[in-house]
Protein backbone atom coordinates (compact mmCIF):
# COMPACT_ATOMS: atom_id res chain seq x y z
CA UNK A 1 0.00 0.00 0.00
CA UNK A 2 1.20 3.48 -1.04
CA UNK A 3 0.69 6.54 1.12
CA UNK A 4 1.71 9.94 -0.14
CA UNK A 5 2.51 12.87 2.59
CA UNK A 6 1.84 16.66 0.94
CA UNK A 7 0.71 19.65 1.84
CA UNK A 8 3.51 21.12 3.57
CA UNK A 9 7.06 21.94 3.39
CA UNK A 10 9.72 18.93 2.79
CA UNK A 11 13.23 19.58 3.32
CA UNK A 12 15.43 16.40 1.64
CA UNK A 13 18.68 17.56 4.04
CA UNK A 14 20.27 16.59 0.59
CA UNK A 15 21.95 20.25 -0.09
CA UNK A 16 21.08 23.29 2.06
CA UNK A 17 17.50 24.28 0.76
CA UNK A 18 16.38 22.11 -0.66
CA UNK A 19 12.74 20.45 -0.85
CA UNK A 20 10.19 19.01 -2.42
CA UNK A 21 6.28 18.92 -2.53
CA UNK A 22 5.31 15.34 -1.95
CA UNK A 23 7.05 12.30 -0.60
CA UNK A 24 5.45 8.64 -1.68
CA UNK A 25 5.84 5.82 0.92
CA UNK A 26 5.27 1.72 0.33
CA UNK A 27 6.72 -1.04 2.70
CA UNK A 28 8.81 1.04 5.07
CA UNK A 29 10.61 2.87 2.66
CA UNK A 30 10.11 6.35 0.33
CA UNK A 31 9.91 5.03 -3.16
CA UNK A 32 9.34 8.69 -4.76
CA UNK A 33 9.73 11.90 -3.92
CA UNK A 34 8.29 14.65 -6.16
CA UNK A 35 5.29 16.97 -6.83
CA UNK A 36 2.10 16.61 -5.14
CA UNK A 37 0.56 16.36 -8.48
CA UNK A 38 2.69 13.40 -9.81
CA UNK A 39 2.91 10.98 -6.66
CA UNK A 40 -0.94 11.80 -5.38
CA UNK A 41 -2.34 9.55 -8.08
CA UNK A 42 0.13 6.73 -7.42
CA UNK A 43 -1.12 6.11 -3.84
CA UNK A 44 -3.76 4.61 -1.59
CA UNK A 45 -3.45 6.64 0.82
CA UNK A 46 -2.42 10.01 2.01
CA UNK A 47 -1.59 12.34 4.74
CA UNK A 48 -1.95 15.81 4.65
CA UNK A 49 0.90 18.09 5.94
CA UNK A 50 -1.74 20.96 6.77
CA UNK A 51 1.56 23.58 6.03
CA UNK A 52 3.51 21.43 8.64
CA UNK A 53 7.49 20.72 8.17
CA UNK A 54 8.83 17.36 7.32
CA UNK A 55 12.88 16.87 8.29
CA UNK A 56 14.54 13.31 7.93
CA UNK A 57 14.33 11.48 11.30
CA UNK A 58 16.15 13.06 14.11
CA UNK A 59 18.96 10.92 15.62
CA UNK A 60 20.36 11.01 18.39
CA UNK A 61 24.14 10.05 18.67
CA UNK A 62 25.23 9.44 21.58
CA UNK A 63 22.85 9.12 24.55
CA UNK A 64 21.57 6.70 27.58
CA UNK A 65 18.64 5.69 26.74
CA UNK A 66 17.49 3.59 29.69
CA UNK A 67 19.21 5.78 32.22
CA UNK A 68 17.42 8.90 30.03
CA UNK A 69 13.94 6.81 30.99
CA UNK A 70 14.90 6.29 34.58
CA UNK A 71 15.71 9.98 34.79
CA UNK A 72 12.29 10.65 33.85
CA UNK A 73 10.56 8.70 36.83
CA UNK A 74 12.46 9.92 39.53
CA UNK A 75 14.20 13.23 40.91
CA UNK A 76 15.62 15.33 38.82
CA UNK A 77 18.24 17.59 40.25
CA UNK A 78 18.87 19.58 37.29
CA UNK A 79 16.93 22.37 38.35
CA UNK A 80 18.77 23.15 41.07
CA UNK A 81 20.05 26.42 41.72
CA UNK A 82 22.00 26.56 44.48
CA UNK A 83 23.40 23.79 47.63
CA UNK A 84 20.05 24.59 49.51
CA UNK A 85 17.00 24.48 46.54
CA UNK A 86 19.24 20.69 45.96
CA UNK A 87 18.62 19.64 49.73
CA UNK A 88 14.99 21.45 49.77
CA UNK A 89 14.17 19.03 46.45
CA UNK A 90 15.52 16.46 48.13
CA UNK A 91 13.93 16.72 51.70
CA UNK A 92 10.79 17.61 49.89
CA UNK A 93 11.06 13.84 47.68
CA UNK A 94 12.28 12.28 51.29
CA UNK A 95 9.47 12.52 53.15
CA UNK A 96 7.82 9.07 52.22
CA UNK A 97 10.86 7.37 51.29
CA UNK A 98 11.81 3.92 52.71
CA UNK A 99 14.31 3.87 55.33
CA UNK A 100 15.40 0.52 54.11
CA UNK A 101 15.46 1.47 50.36
CA UNK A 102 18.40 3.39 48.63
CA UNK A 103 17.51 6.67 47.41
CA UNK A 104 19.02 7.75 44.14
CA UNK A 105 18.85 10.92 42.20
CA UNK A 106 21.00 12.28 39.62
CA UNK A 107 21.26 15.97 37.48
CA UNK A 108 22.82 18.36 40.10
CA UNK A 109 26.10 20.76 39.01
CA UNK A 110 27.39 22.99 41.22
CA UNK A 111 27.98 24.84 38.58
CA UNK A 112 24.88 25.86 38.27
CA UNK A 113 24.95 27.53 41.80
CA UNK A 114 26.29 31.07 42.72
CA UNK A 115 28.51 29.84 45.01
CA UNK A 116 29.93 26.75 43.15
CA UNK A 117 29.27 24.64 47.05
CA UNK A 118 29.30 20.98 46.87
CA UNK A 119 26.71 19.88 48.98
CA UNK A 120 28.34 17.24 52.22
CA UNK A 121 27.52 14.20 53.47
CA UNK A 122 26.38 15.97 56.48
CA UNK A 123 23.63 17.95 55.00
CA UNK A 124 22.44 14.37 53.22
CA UNK A 125 22.60 12.84 56.34
CA UNK A 126 19.82 15.09 57.51
CA UNK A 127 17.39 14.55 54.83
CA UNK A 128 16.82 10.99 55.53
CA UNK A 129 18.16 8.21 56.67
CA UNK A 130 18.05 5.79 53.62
CA UNK A 131 21.17 5.31 52.08
CA UNK A 132 21.74 7.67 49.28
CA UNK A 133 23.75 8.30 46.17
CA UNK A 134 23.19 11.49 44.02
CA UNK A 135 25.20 11.12 40.61
CA UNK A 136 26.21 14.64 38.99
CA UNK A 137 24.87 16.03 36.09
CA UNK A 138 28.39 14.49 33.75
CA UNK A 139 28.09 10.87 35.73
CA UNK A 140 31.37 11.17 36.77
CA UNK A 141 31.07 12.09 40.43
CA UNK A 142 28.76 11.17 42.80
CA UNK A 143 27.52 11.80 46.41
CA UNK A 144 26.36 9.62 48.94
CA UNK A 145 25.73 10.28 52.97
CA UNK A 146 27.04 8.31 55.52
CA UNK A 147 24.63 5.38 55.51
CA UNK A 148 25.82 4.94 51.52
CA UNK A 149 29.43 5.26 52.28
CA UNK A 150 28.99 2.42 55.52
CA UNK A 151 27.68 0.33 53.54
CA UNK A 152 30.40 0.28 50.50
CA UNK A 153 32.40 0.10 53.17
CA UNK A 154 34.26 3.40 52.82
CA UNK A 155 35.73 5.39 56.08
CA UNK A 156 37.94 7.72 56.31
CA UNK A 157 40.61 5.13 55.99
CA UNK A 158 39.66 3.82 52.75
CA UNK A 159 42.50 4.13 49.70
CA UNK A 160 41.63 5.97 46.75
CA UNK A 161 40.56 3.07 44.27
CA UNK A 162 43.16 2.86 41.47
CA UNK A 163 40.54 4.73 38.83
CA UNK A 164 38.95 7.48 40.84
CA UNK A 165 39.51 9.80 44.32
CA UNK A 166 37.56 9.80 47.71
CA UNK A 167 37.10 13.61 47.92
CA UNK A 168 38.40 13.86 51.62
CA UNK A 169 38.47 17.69 53.85
CA UNK A 170 41.42 19.36 55.59
CA UNK A 171 41.35 16.49 58.25
CA UNK A 172 41.31 13.68 55.52
CA UNK A 173 37.88 12.84 56.46
CA UNK A 174 35.47 11.94 53.32
CA UNK A 175 33.44 14.51 52.36
CA UNK A 176 30.56 11.96 50.67
CA UNK A 177 31.77 13.30 47.14
CA UNK A 178 33.46 10.48 44.91
CA UNK A 179 34.87 11.09 41.96
CA UNK A 180 35.33 8.35 38.71
CA UNK A 181 36.00 5.00 39.93
CA UNK A 182 35.51 5.46 43.92
CA UNK A 183 31.36 6.16 43.22
CA UNK A 184 31.43 2.83 41.64
CA UNK A 185 32.41 1.45 45.17
CA UNK A 186 28.76 2.48 45.78
CA UNK A 187 26.99 1.98 43.23
CA UNK A 188 28.47 -1.72 43.41
CA UNK A 189 26.26 -2.36 46.76
CA UNK A 190 23.34 -0.83 44.83
CA UNK A 191 20.47 -3.68 43.71
CA UNK A 192 20.88 -3.62 40.14
CA UNK A 193 17.09 -2.88 38.69
CA UNK A 194 15.71 -6.15 37.30
CA UNK A 195 14.15 -6.69 33.98
CA UNK A 196 10.82 -5.79 34.72
CA UNK A 197 12.23 -2.03 36.10
CA UNK A 198 14.76 -1.19 33.02
CA UNK A 199 11.99 -2.37 30.64
CA UNK A 200 9.64 0.32 32.72
CA UNK A 201 12.22 2.68 32.51
CA UNK A 202 12.94 1.94 28.58
CA UNK A 203 9.23 1.97 27.81
CA UNK A 204 9.04 5.65 29.28
CA UNK A 205 12.59 7.19 27.32
CA UNK A 206 11.13 5.37 23.92
CA UNK A 207 7.54 7.09 24.34
CA UNK A 208 9.61 10.54 25.27
CA UNK A 209 11.96 10.67 22.80
CA UNK A 210 9.41 9.43 20.06
CA UNK A 211 7.32 12.75 21.43
CA UNK A 212 10.65 14.81 21.04
CA UNK A 213 10.88 14.01 17.14
CA UNK A 214 13.68 11.09 17.65
CA UNK A 215 13.28 8.28 15.86
CA UNK A 216 16.63 6.81 16.62
CA UNK A 217 19.55 6.78 18.85
CA UNK A 218 23.12 5.49 19.53
CA UNK A 219 22.98 4.34 23.17
CA UNK A 220 25.29 3.16 25.84
CA UNK A 221 23.35 0.86 28.14
CA UNK A 222 25.01 -2.70 27.95
CA UNK A 223 27.14 -3.24 30.99
CA UNK A 224 25.34 -0.50 33.64
CA UNK A 225 22.97 -3.10 34.99
CA UNK A 226 25.33 -6.14 36.03
CA UNK A 227 24.15 -8.94 33.50
CA UNK A 228 24.32 -7.57 29.31
CA UNK A 229 21.06 -9.90 29.12
CA UNK A 230 18.52 -7.83 31.41
CA UNK A 231 18.90 -4.20 29.65
CA UNK A 232 18.85 -6.18 26.28
CA UNK A 233 15.71 -8.47 27.28
CA UNK A 234 14.64 -4.65 27.89
CA UNK A 235 15.20 -3.15 24.35
CA UNK A 236 13.33 -6.54 22.85
CA UNK A 237 10.75 -5.86 25.34
CA UNK A 238 10.06 -2.09 24.77
CA UNK A 239 10.84 -1.87 20.52
CA UNK A 240 10.41 -3.96 17.31
CA UNK A 241 8.13 -3.87 14.43
CA UNK A 242 4.77 -5.23 16.52
CA UNK A 243 6.23 -2.84 19.41
CA UNK A 244 7.11 0.61 19.17
CA UNK A 245 9.24 1.31 15.95
CA UNK A 246 12.27 2.88 16.87
CA UNK A 247 15.92 2.60 15.80
CA UNK A 248 18.39 1.62 18.80
CA UNK A 249 22.21 1.26 18.17
CA UNK A 250 23.56 -0.52 21.10
CA UNK A 251 27.25 0.43 22.02
CA UNK A 252 28.41 -2.42 24.04
CA UNK A 253 30.24 -2.08 26.86
CA UNK A 254 33.80 -3.46 27.11
CA UNK A 255 33.13 -5.37 30.47
CA UNK A 256 30.59 -7.56 29.03
CA UNK A 257 31.93 -6.94 25.20
CA UNK A 258 33.46 -10.40 25.09
CA UNK A 259 31.20 -12.55 26.59
CA UNK A 260 28.20 -10.99 24.15
CA UNK A 261 30.50 -11.72 21.07
CA UNK A 262 31.01 -15.41 22.74
CA UNK A 263 27.28 -15.68 23.40
CA UNK A 264 26.16 -14.97 20.49
CA UNK A 265 23.82 -12.07 21.40
CA UNK A 266 20.74 -11.42 18.91
CA UNK A 267 19.00 -8.02 18.03
CA UNK A 268 16.24 -7.36 16.38
CA UNK A 269 16.95 -5.24 12.57
CA UNK A 270 16.52 -3.11 11.47
CA UNK A 271 15.47 -1.77 15.25
CA UNK A 272 17.71 -3.21 17.72
CA UNK A 273 21.26 -3.27 16.11
CA UNK A 274 24.57 -4.17 17.91
CA UNK A 275 26.88 -1.27 17.97
CA UNK A 276 31.26 -0.62 18.96
CA UNK A 277 32.61 -1.64 21.92
CA UNK A 278 32.33 1.26 24.58
CA UNK A 279 34.82 2.46 26.99
CA UNK A 280 36.29 5.59 29.14
CA UNK A 281 39.31 7.18 29.38
CA UNK A 282 38.62 9.94 31.26
CA UNK A 283 36.09 12.26 33.35
CA UNK A 284 34.69 15.34 32.59
CA UNK A 285 35.85 18.93 32.30
CA UNK A 286 33.24 20.35 35.20
CA UNK A 287 34.85 18.04 37.69
CA UNK A 288 38.12 18.40 36.44
CA UNK A 289 38.49 14.78 35.45
CA UNK A 290 38.84 15.43 31.81
CA UNK A 291 42.45 14.60 31.21
CA UNK A 292 44.63 17.04 29.58
CA UNK A 293 47.94 17.42 28.32
CA UNK A 294 48.62 20.34 30.70
CA UNK A 295 47.51 21.27 33.77
CA UNK A 296 44.02 23.19 34.39
CA UNK A 297 44.43 26.85 34.44
CA UNK A 298 41.88 27.25 37.47
CA UNK A 299 43.52 24.08 39.34
CA UNK A 300 47.72 24.61 38.75
CA UNK A 301 48.06 20.80 40.10
CA UNK A 302 45.36 18.37 38.23
CA UNK A 303 45.17 17.71 34.85
CA UNK A 304 42.51 15.29 35.38
CA UNK A 305 42.04 11.39 35.92
CA UNK A 306 42.74 8.76 33.56
CA UNK A 307 40.61 5.81 34.29
CA UNK A 308 42.33 3.31 32.32
CA UNK A 309 46.07 2.56 31.94
CA UNK A 310 47.76 2.84 28.45
CA UNK A 311 48.04 -0.92 28.70
CA UNK A 312 44.60 -1.21 29.47
CA UNK A 313 43.42 0.84 26.43
CA UNK A 314 45.26 -1.26 24.04
CA UNK A 315 43.47 -4.46 25.22
CA UNK A 316 40.02 -3.11 25.15
CA UNK A 317 41.20 -2.20 21.10
CA UNK A 318 43.06 -5.69 20.56
CA UNK A 319 40.18 -7.30 21.88
CA UNK A 320 37.32 -5.49 19.53
CA UNK A 321 39.49 -5.90 16.98
CA UNK A 322 39.86 -9.86 17.79
CA UNK A 323 36.02 -9.84 16.80
CA UNK A 324 36.28 -7.32 13.76
CA UNK A 325 34.66 -4.74 15.64
CA UNK A 326 35.31 -1.02 15.75
CA UNK A 327 35.71 0.80 19.41
CA UNK A 328 33.61 3.90 20.67
CA UNK A 329 35.69 6.12 23.51
CA UNK A 330 34.50 9.05 25.89
CA UNK A 331 37.26 11.43 25.24
CA UNK A 332 36.88 14.88 26.73
CA UNK A 333 40.51 16.29 27.53
CA UNK A 334 42.99 16.19 24.27
CA UNK A 335 45.77 13.69 26.46
CA UNK A 336 42.74 11.29 26.24
CA UNK A 337 42.55 11.84 22.72
CA UNK A 338 46.28 11.21 22.55
CA UNK A 339 45.85 8.09 24.18
CA UNK A 340 43.05 6.34 22.21
CA UNK A 341 44.84 7.54 18.69
CA UNK A 342 48.44 6.04 20.11
CA UNK A 343 46.20 2.72 20.68
CA UNK A 344 43.95 2.47 17.31
CA UNK A 345 47.01 3.77 15.43
CA UNK A 346 48.85 0.73 16.01
CA UNK A 347 45.56 -1.26 15.33
CA UNK A 348 43.11 0.10 12.90
CA UNK A 349 39.74 -1.41 12.37
CA UNK A 350 38.59 -3.91 9.94
CA UNK A 351 38.11 -2.25 6.26
CA UNK A 352 34.67 -0.83 6.04
CA UNK A 353 34.62 -0.24 10.06
CA UNK A 354 35.29 3.29 11.51
CA UNK A 355 36.07 4.03 15.25
CA UNK A 356 33.62 6.56 16.96
CA UNK A 357 35.60 9.01 19.22
CA UNK A 358 32.99 10.47 21.63
CA UNK A 359 32.78 14.12 23.11
CA UNK A 360 36.51 15.62 21.53
CA UNK A 361 36.06 18.90 23.80
CA UNK A 362 39.55 20.02 23.53
CA UNK A 363 41.62 18.89 20.53
CA UNK A 364 45.00 20.57 19.57
CA UNK A 365 46.46 20.39 16.34
CA UNK A 366 48.61 17.75 15.74
CA UNK A 367 45.70 15.53 17.28
CA UNK A 368 43.15 16.89 14.42
CA UNK A 369 45.75 15.87 11.92
CA UNK A 370 46.11 12.56 12.94
CA UNK A 371 42.16 12.10 13.24
CA UNK A 372 42.02 13.29 9.63
CA UNK A 373 43.72 9.97 8.49
CA UNK A 374 42.00 7.88 10.24
CA UNK A 375 38.72 5.99 9.41
CA UNK A 376 37.03 7.84 12.61
CA UNK A 377 33.85 9.25 13.30
CA UNK A 378 32.87 12.05 15.82
CA UNK A 379 29.96 12.78 18.32
CA UNK A 380 29.86 16.05 19.62
CA UNK A 381 26.99 17.20 21.70
CA UNK A 382 26.74 20.89 20.78
CA UNK A 383 24.71 21.34 24.15
CA UNK A 384 27.59 21.20 26.04
CA UNK A 385 28.80 24.89 25.01
CA UNK A 386 25.75 26.55 26.65
CA UNK A 387 26.32 24.27 29.55
CA UNK A 388 29.97 24.40 29.74
CA UNK A 389 30.51 28.17 29.18
CA UNK A 390 31.91 29.85 30.44
CA UNK A 391 33.29 28.02 33.35
CA UNK A 392 34.72 26.17 30.32
CA UNK A 393 37.49 28.58 30.02
CA UNK A 394 38.35 28.84 33.54
CA UNK A 395 39.20 25.55 33.53
CA UNK A 396 41.11 25.75 29.88
CA UNK A 397 42.69 28.86 29.46
CA UNK A 398 42.83 31.41 26.64
CA UNK A 399 45.72 29.39 25.51
CA UNK A 400 43.55 26.09 24.51
CA UNK A 401 40.55 27.90 23.16
CA UNK A 402 41.48 27.28 19.61
CA UNK A 403 40.31 23.74 19.39
CA UNK A 404 37.48 23.67 22.01
CA UNK A 405 33.93 22.28 21.14
CA UNK A 406 35.18 23.82 17.83
CA UNK A 407 32.17 22.15 15.38
CA UNK A 408 32.35 24.11 12.88
CA UNK A 409 36.25 23.55 12.01
CA UNK A 410 35.70 20.36 12.39
CA UNK A 411 32.83 19.89 10.03
CA UNK A 412 34.75 22.07 7.84
CA UNK A 413 37.92 19.25 7.84
CA UNK A 414 35.30 17.08 6.24
CA UNK A 415 34.95 15.16 10.00
CA UNK A 416 31.80 13.01 9.95
CA UNK A 417 30.02 14.40 12.68
CA UNK A 418 26.73 13.44 14.46
CA UNK A 419 25.15 15.40 17.06
CA UNK A 420 23.95 13.90 20.52
CA UNK A 421 22.75 14.38 23.41
CA UNK A 422 24.71 12.60 25.85
CA UNK A 423 21.18 12.28 27.96
CA UNK A 424 20.85 11.73 30.72
CA UNK A 425 23.67 14.14 31.17
CA UNK A 426 21.81 16.96 29.31
CA UNK A 427 18.40 17.19 28.30
CA UNK A 428 17.51 15.06 25.42
CA UNK A 429 15.74 18.01 23.26
CA UNK A 430 17.12 17.90 19.75
CA UNK A 431 16.09 21.54 19.95
CA UNK A 432 18.22 22.03 22.28
CA UNK A 433 21.13 20.86 20.33
CA UNK A 434 19.84 22.28 17.40
CA UNK A 435 19.93 26.24 18.79
CA UNK A 436 23.16 25.49 20.53
CA UNK A 437 25.35 24.51 17.59
CA UNK A 438 23.45 27.29 15.37
CA UNK A 439 23.35 30.13 18.61
CA UNK A 440 26.30 28.82 21.13
CA UNK A 441 24.60 30.25 23.57
CA UNK A 442 22.38 29.79 26.49
CA UNK A 443 18.52 30.98 25.48
CA UNK A 444 17.70 34.17 27.14
CA UNK A 445 21.27 35.60 26.80
CA UNK A 446 22.24 38.39 24.97
CA UNK A 447 25.48 38.02 23.10
CA UNK A 448 27.15 36.27 20.15
CA UNK A 449 27.37 33.17 21.53
CA UNK A 450 30.43 31.55 23.32
CA UNK A 451 33.31 30.98 20.58
CA UNK A 452 30.85 32.66 17.73
CA UNK A 453 33.57 31.80 15.11
CA UNK A 454 32.25 27.87 15.80
CA UNK A 455 28.06 28.63 15.03
CA UNK A 456 27.07 26.24 11.96
CA UNK A 457 24.37 27.51 9.69
CA UNK A 458 21.19 26.25 10.41
CA UNK A 459 21.47 23.23 7.54
CA UNK A 460 24.39 22.17 9.28
CA UNK A 461 22.72 22.08 12.40
CA UNK A 462 20.03 20.49 11.40
CA UNK A 463 22.53 18.23 9.47
CA UNK A 464 23.74 16.56 12.69
CA UNK A 465 20.46 15.25 14.23
CA UNK A 466 19.84 13.67 10.36
CA UNK A 467 22.42 13.15 7.84
CA UNK A 468 25.70 13.34 10.30
CA UNK A 469 23.61 11.01 12.77
CA UNK A 470 22.82 8.44 9.82
CA UNK A 471 26.55 8.42 8.90
CA UNK A 472 27.74 7.83 11.97
CA UNK A 473 26.10 4.32 11.78
CA UNK A 474 27.13 3.73 8.24
CA UNK A 475 23.55 4.39 7.37
CA UNK A 476 23.84 7.29 5.18
CA UNK A 477 22.56 5.20 2.19
CA UNK A 478 19.28 4.33 3.96
CA UNK A 479 19.03 7.05 6.68
CA UNK A 480 19.35 10.80 7.13
CA UNK A 481 17.98 12.31 3.88
CA UNK A 482 14.68 11.84 2.20
CA UNK A 483 15.29 10.32 -0.66
CA UNK A 484 14.20 7.39 -2.88
CA UNK A 485 15.30 4.10 -1.41
CA UNK A 486 15.85 5.47 2.27
CA UNK A 487 13.76 4.02 5.36
CA UNK A 488 10.48 6.67 5.40
CA UNK A 489 11.80 7.61 9.04
CA UNK A 490 10.32 11.89 9.34
CA UNK A 491 10.15 14.40 12.07
CA UNK A 492 7.46 16.64 11.13
CA UNK A 493 7.27 20.36 13.41
CA UNK A 494 5.14 22.95 13.49
CA UNK A 495 7.95 25.12 12.24
CA UNK A 496 11.00 25.46 9.97
CA UNK A 497 14.20 25.01 11.92
CA UNK A 498 16.11 26.68 8.75
CA UNK A 499 14.63 30.00 8.28
CA UNK A 500 13.20 30.95 12.22
CA UNK A 501 15.42 32.95 14.21
CA UNK A 502 17.06 32.50 17.60
CA UNK A 503 14.76 31.15 20.97
CA UNK A 504 12.00 30.48 17.91
CA UNK A 505 13.45 27.13 17.24
CA UNK A 506 12.85 25.98 20.42
CA UNK A 507 9.56 26.67 20.33
CA UNK A 508 8.84 24.29 17.82
CA UNK A 509 6.18 21.71 18.36
CA UNK A 510 6.79 17.94 17.26
CA UNK A 511 3.68 17.36 15.77
CA UNK A 512 4.23 13.75 14.32
CA UNK A 513 7.16 11.37 14.21
CA UNK A 514 7.51 8.56 11.71
CA UNK A 515 9.01 5.35 11.60
CA UNK A 516 9.33 2.88 8.99
CA UNK A 517 6.27 4.86 7.82
CA UNK A 518 4.27 4.14 10.54
CA UNK A 519 3.09 7.37 12.96
CA UNK A 520 4.61 6.52 16.15
CA UNK A 521 3.47 9.85 17.64
CA UNK A 522 0.93 12.64 16.92
CA UNK A 523 0.76 16.18 18.72
CA UNK A 524 -3.05 16.33 20.16
CA UNK A 525 -3.58 20.17 20.59
Known amino acids: MKTVWHNGTIYTMTKEGETVGAVLVEDEKVIAVGTAEDLRPQADNEVDLAGA ?22 LDLSYAKSAEDMLGMLAAAANDHPAEEWFTADGWNENNFEDRRIVTKEELDAVCTAPMLLKRTCRHAALANSKALELAGITDATPDPGNGTIVRDSDGKATGLLLEGAADLVEAVIPVPDEAALTRALQASVEDLLARGITGAVTDDLGY ?10 FRNVIGADKLKFR ?18 AYDEPWIHGGEMKFFIDGALGGRTALLSEPYADDPGNS ?9 IRNHVALARKYGEAVAVHTIGDKAVEKVLDAIEAAPPAEGKRDRIIHVNVLRDDLVDRLARLPVILDIQPVFVPSDFPWAKDRLGGDRMDWAYAWKRLLDRGFI ?10 EVDPLLGIFAAAYRRKPGEAHDGYLPEEKLTRFESVALFTSGSAATIGKSGTRGKIVAGFDADFTILDRD ?19 AGEIMYKWKN
Open 248 to 265: AHLLRRATVFEQLMEDGA
Open 225 to 234: YADYRNPLQA
Open 417 to 426: CGGGSDAPVE
Open 497 to 515: LLTVEGEDILAAKTVMTVV
Open 53 to 74: VMYPGFIDSHMHMIGHGARTLQ
Open 304 to 312: GMAVLTDDE
